[in-house]
């Protein structure tokens, strides 16, 4: 239960809400097959009836019909049982007209009673009333059981697209749920978007044909049509999701931005429920523009929330090659402490006056700030820092990094 519980909240988490099966409209349930064995019965006694199952050593068979011969088989190494008949026709909406052969009996009960993929997996398309069946390309040579199967049953052959298949990031071979970044669940933890990861999936084996990339759900669902699927597999690209991502996340709206961040930051121990809205906000929102994903929240916009912060290494000396930093850091403080106006416009003035002065370049106040006010040597608007910041948190961290 706990395994299955992980991809229902998997499908959810990425918007991928289901009409019919478990926890929805159970019309055609029930939807394990653990609890279908009775109706797994009824239709192999129908396959019964009409003379197309039958029983050997133990196992149960479905019987082709068509001339019967002995052929060699370089697999088994010994002679056995073909049948003559009709290629099995599949018009595939990616692969075009399929004629693949059928020419042996195959197993759809085993010898110990369970009944084979092949077998359920029809009587579930049936019972359910399915019409189209999309899935990986590595299934197109089991599709032709399966049409022979429904024509057994006397069923129309649902349509079928057999799209590609998604190859590992490195290394040969489709990606599994065991390779890395295969689990929905990492980019959970992560903080990766939903609709950004939906995005990036929707690109895998299809694109618009005007090539775009960012593509909302309602435009997927507009544009989408089964002829569109290329041909060739698709190679998972994290990197390409990530830069998706970081889309999605630098345009999220400034509401639910809040709503997404604020959490992130208290499990990083920066902020509690006394931390106004307001100010969470107005952080959130000068750092959006830089940030490539929510969970460098912690470490892009930490000093916001801590007067603790470590300086970073080297930063300072670097500064000390091309001027006198402590020197710019006593005029800006001196021009800071009576202004009363702290918008970006007013403190861009400030220190655009104080170049002019001093003859110096303005990025020589803006870098030595920058890193005595939050420790570091990049970071988001310089005069939005200030702003959001305060004229008291400034003059403080100001004072307290020209005295240490």
């Known amino acids: 239960p706990e395994a299955l519980q992980v991809i229902f909240d998997g499908l959810r988490w990425l918007g991928m809400n289901w009409d019919e099966g478990p926890e929805a409209d159970d019309k055609y349930g029930p939807y394990f097959q653990s609890l279908r064995g009775n109706i797994y019965k009824e239709y192999l006694q129908k396959l019964r009836d009409t003379g197309?199952?039958?029983?050997?050593?133990?196992?149960?068979?479905?019987?082709?019909?068509?001339?019967?011969?002995?052929?060699?088989?370089?697999?088994?190494?010994?002679?056995?049982?073909?049948?003559?008949?009709?290629?099995?026709?599949?018009?595939?909406?990616?692969?075009?007209?399929?004629?693949?052969?059928?020419?042996?009996?195959?197993?759809?009960?085993?010898?110990?009673?369970?009944?084979?993929?092949?077998?359920?997996?029809?009587?579930?398309?049936?019972?359910?009333?399915?019409?189209?069946?999309?899935?990986?390309?590595?299934?197109?040579?089991?599709?032709?059981?399966?049409?022979?199967?429904?024509?057994?049953?006397?069923?129309?052959?649902?349509?079928?697209?057999?799209?590609?298949?998604?190859?590992?990031?490195?290394?040969?071979?489709?990606?599994?749920?065991?390779?890395?970044?295969?689990?929905?669940?990492?980019?959970?933890?992560?903080?990766?978007?939903?609709?950004?990861?939906?995005?990036?999936l929707c690109l895998l084996g299809w694109s618009p044909k005007d090539d775009r990339e960012i593509l909302p759900i309602e435009e997927v669902i507009r544009l989408f049509d089964l002829p569109g699927i290329?041909?060739?597999?698709?190679?998972?690209?994290?990197?390409?999701?990530?830069?998706?991502?970081?889309?999605?996340?630098?345009?999220?709206?400034?509401?639910?931005l809040a709503w997404i961040g604020r959490p992130i930051l208290a499990e990083a121990g920066l902020v509690t429920d006394a931390t106004p809205e307001d100010y969470v906000q107005a952080v959130l929102l000068l750092c959006q523009e830089k940030i490539r994903a929510l969970d460098e929240l912690p470490h892009f916009c930490s000093y916001f929330f801590?007067?603790?912060?470590?300086?970073?290494?080297?930063?300072?000396?670097?500064?000390?090659?091309?001027?006198?930093?402590?020197?710019?850091?006593?005029?800006?403080?001196?021009?800071?402490?009576?202004?009363?106006?702290?918008?970006?416009?007013?403190?861009?003035?400030?220190?655009?006056?104080?170049?002019?002065?001093h003859s110096v370049k303005t990025a020589d106040y803006i870098h030595a700030a920058r890193l005595a006010l939050s420790g570091m040597s990049v970071g988001p608007s310089f005069y939005g820092m200030l702003r959001v910041l305060g004229k008291t948190r400034v003059l403080a961290r100001l004072d307290k990094f020209l005295k240490a």
């Open 306 to 357: 801590k007067d603790d912060y470590a300086i970073e290494p080297g930063a300072f000396e670097k500064l000390s090659k091309n001027g006198d930093p402590l020197a710019r850091l006593r005029e800006l403080r001196a021009a800071l402490a009576p202004q009363e106006d702290f918008s970006e416009a007013a403190l861009e003035q400030v220190v655009q006056g104080l170049a002019a002065q």
């Open 52 to 200: 197309r199952a039958y029983e050997k050593d133990g196992a149960i068979y479905f019987k082709l019909l068509g001339e019967r011969y002995q052929a060699w088989d370089d697999h088994k190494q010994k002679h056995v049982e073909k049948v003559r008949c009709a290629p099995a026709v599949i018009n595939d909406a990616v692969h075009g007209r399929v004629e693949r052969e059928v020419d042996e009996d195959f197993i759809i009960v085993r010898a110990n009673g369970d009944p084979v993929f092949h077998f359920v997996n029809v009587v579930d398309d049936l019972t359910m009333h399915i019409t189209h069946v999309i899935r990986g390309e590595d299934h197109l040579s089991n599709t032709p059981k399966h049409v022979v199967l429904f024509e057994a049953f006397g069923a129309p052959v649902p349509h079928y697209a057999h799209i590609p298949l998604i190859l590992k990031t490195k290394g040969a071979g489709k990606m599994s749920k065991r390779d890395q970044g295969a689990l929905i669940e990492e980019y959970q933890r992560r903080h990766f978007l939903p609709e950004a990861v939906r995005n990036y």
């Open 230 to 256: 290329v041909l060739h597999n698709a190679r998972f690209d994290e990197k390409k999701m990530a830069f998706l991502n970081t889309h999605y996340v630098r345009t999220l709206a400034p509401g639910n």
